[in-house]
């Protein structure tokens, strides 16, 4: 059975995959999205365990494990996925709350479940003149939310705020030695999954610059993905047949053994 139990897992694997690629692609347009990257694993039996120990006498050699029933010996798993952080394309626009961040740094913005991190700078001024993302996240400047008095505004490589020509502010833009400890939470924010991998100043000491009028796109590379949709969608299917002929095996097995 354990050709069955490698095509089924491979088949779910590829199911899984097919949601990932199609998100990416559903997205590509989207403000500062960062595609997600599907990881493989093949699982095989433990060989180490059922190898003989000269050091013990027969009766106390290891044995091999139990296999799971679900899964069989040999499997495919889509151990999960990881975020791509590459840059994304920049586009210019003519509104000066439009934000891109051109490096590794992330805008920190202030949330009901604590502060988050993203790289989609399309802010919008609330009731209260505060700078928030489109679902209402204050952006954090230096010293706490920005509060503008109205959207007219300049914004220094370096992430500082005039407005009429008087300094109000600097964007706290920050950054991560290891982006791995980033989770997506959803609408384009991260937040740290590690609690040992506290931010750090982007601005301007790693780099990072500040881009007005312009908005940073999603790093989804539509044709990439159109060619990873067609091959694991090809994929699936040769796992599908493989079922079948494998079921259809099976039961003209049984068929003969019960004549």
Not at 25 to 47: C, H, I, R, W
Not at 52 to 63: A, F, G, I, K, T
Not at 223 to 246: D, F, G, W
């Amino acid at each position: 059975m354990d050709d069955l139990y490698i095509a089924l897992s491979s088949a779910m694997a590829l199911e899984r995959h097919l949601d990932v690629v199609a998100n990416n692609m559903a997205n590509t347009n989207t403000v500062g999205y960062k595609q997600d990257v599907a990881q493989f694993e093949s699982l095989l039996p433990d060989t180490d365990s059922i190898l003989p120990d000269p050091d013990l006498p027969p009766d106390q050699q290891p044995s091999k494990p139990p296999q799971s029933p679900l899964v069989g010996p040999y499997f495919v798993n889509m151990r999960g996925t990881f975020t791509d952080f590459a840059q994304g394309d920049l586009r210019e626009t003519n509104n000066p709350l439009d934000l891109a961040l051109q490096g590794p740094g992330f805008f920190a913005v202030e949330t009901p479940q604590g502060e988050r991190y993203t790289r989609a700078g399309a802010f919008v001024l609330n009731s209260k003149g505060e700078l928030t993302t489109p679902d209402g996240a204050r952006v954090l400047g230096e010293g706490g939310p920005i509060v503008l008095t109205s959207a007219r505004i300049s914004v220094a490589d370096d992430g500082s705020i005039l407005q009429d020509a008087n300094p109000v502010g600097r964007f706290r833009v920050v950054q991560f030695d290891d982006l791995r400890a980033l989770d997506k939470t959803g609408a384009n924010l991260f937040q740290v999954g590690d609690a040992n991998a506290a931010p750090r100043a982007s601005v301007p000491e790693d780099g990072t610059v500040v881009r007005q009028n312009t908005l940073e796109y999603s790093n989804v590379n539509m044709i990439s993905e159109m060619v990873r949709l067609i091959q694991t969608e090809r994929s699936y299917t040769m796992a599908e047949k493989a079922i079948k002929t494998i079921d259809e095996a099976a039961q003209t097995a049984i068929g003969g053994v019960l004549r």
